[in-house]
Every structure is written in C-alpha cells, then in structure tokens.
C-alpha cells in the first residue's frame, strides 16, 4: 500500500531532550515536507526537501533540523525542544517530476501525524 | 504574500443536502490547488488536485472547481452523508515544488 508513515504517533517528552520523528514514504517520491499545525495558526511548513541531499528551510525552520540521506526518509530532528514546539507534525510527500504537469505528479501526500507534547 | 481563506468556519447540514465549500486566495499566481479532508486526531486526505491550467475535477460526490482569475475555489458535495463530516481544508502552490499555503479550514458536520 502507498504511504507516508510517521513514528512515534504520540510522544510526550521534556524540554531540551534531544528527538527525531520519522517519516518514510514508498511511493519513491522526490519532494518530501513537514509541517506543524497549530490551532488558530493552521498548518505551516517546517523544512522541505526536494531530493537527497537537498533540503531547505520552510516558514518556520526555527528549532528543528531534517536530513535527507535516502530517498524514502526525511527525519525530523528537534535539538533541544522547548514547550512551544509542542504541535501535530506532519509529513508528506510527492513526485513533483520536473517538468511534470499531470496532476498525480504534483500531489501531496501525508502522513498520519504526530501529536507531540513538550513539558 | 499569498493568503488563502475558508469561509465559513464551520458548517452544520442535515444528510442529503448538496452543499459547497469556499476557498479564496490572494494572488492568482497559483501552480495548483489542493483539497483536503482532515478527520479529528488524524492525517490529511488528499480530496481532488486542481493544475492552475484546468478548471474543475471530480471524484464521486466530489466536485471541485478553479477560477483563478477570481482566486477561488468551491468544493462541491452532491447528497452528503453524516460520514462526510470533517474538516475541508485547501492548499495552494505557489510553484512547482513549493510549499502548500493552507486555508483554516471548514468545520462540516452532517447530521442523520
């Protein structure tokens, strides 16, 4: 079955103990992203990468970190999480296939989230 | 700076009715447009995927449609069930591997 899956689901942990949430996609997909969605603020893009070895910084880049090492992964990495990264993270994924314009190469996937809670 | 906006927040409807979504953003600049279903506690489904270059898709019940040159989108849902209630969110790209601006999302509960 094609999907982005996230792990841990849930996790509650304590300022400035080192994480990292995981995403991995099977679709063979280029560009994978996260995002935090916060009530009032919606959802806004973390990091995004759009190959191995290709990442950049999205509107809220601060605290975190991401790798891009093979083509299915894209950690997330929280340094020294503080309590306002307390959030539902998600992941996604596409094909995004350069110079692509059928509509499936450009749709976004996501993953099942993870609710973590920063005390 | 592109905004995108859902009106109204929340919906209330009973089964049966045909009902329509709204979504407005700023700039018409957009790559594609994205809608999306969100259950409680759960991920994002992706609903229909509207290329800047077309003007509606359908899936089902679902029927969306572009209008760029009015920066809107109406998500169309013929004969809603109570299993149709979530929250409807939209997402535009800017670009071609660009990040999804989200709108805050309808609210919709169907009541049997």
């Known amino acids: 079955e094609a999907q982005v899956t996230q792990n841990p689901r849930y996790l509650i942990t304590v300022t400035g103990k080192k994480l990292t949430v995981t995403c991995s996609q099977n679709?063979?997909?280029?560009?994978m992203s996260w995002y935090r969605q916060d009530p009032g603020l919606g959802l806004r893009q973390i990091y995004y990468?759009?190959?191995?070895?290709?990442?950049d910084k999205g509107d809220v880049p601060e605290g975190y970190k991401v790798s891009r090492k093979e083509k299915r992964n894209f950690p997330l990495i929280l340094e020294s999480p503080s309590p306002n990264q307390t959030s539902l993270y998600f992941c996604?994924?596409?094909?995004?296939?350069?110079?692509?314009?059928?509509?499936?190469?450009?749709?976004?996937?996501f993953g099942p989230g993870t609710r973590l809670t920063v005390l | 700076k592109q905004e995108v906006t859902q009106i109204p927040a929340a919906l209330s409807v009973p089964e049966g009715e045909n009902l329509v979504l709204n979504c407005s953003f700023t700039?018409?600049?957009?790559?594609?447009l994205q809608w999306f279903r969100q259950d409680p506690g759960k991920g994002l489904t992706s609903l229909l995927l509207i290329q800047s270059s077309q003007r509606e898709q359908t899936s089902g019940r679902l029927n969306a449609s572009l209008d760029k040159s009015s920066g809107r989108s109406t998500l169309y849902i013929a004969a809603s069930q109570p299993g149709d209630s979530a929250t409807y969110l939209c997402?535009?790209?800017?670009?071609?591997?660009?990040?999804?601006?989200f709108g805050q999302g309808t609210e919709l509960s169907v009541k049997p």
């Open positions: 679709m063979n997909h280029e560009y």
């Open positions: 997402a535009v790209k800017i670009w071609q591997g660009g990040k999804l601006i």
């Open positions: 990468s759009m190959n191995v070895e290709v990442t």
């Open positions: 996604a994924s596409s094909l995004e296939a350069s110079g692509g314009t059928k509509s499936s190469y450009n749709e976004q996937f």
């Open positions: 700039d018409s600049a957009i790559y594609n």
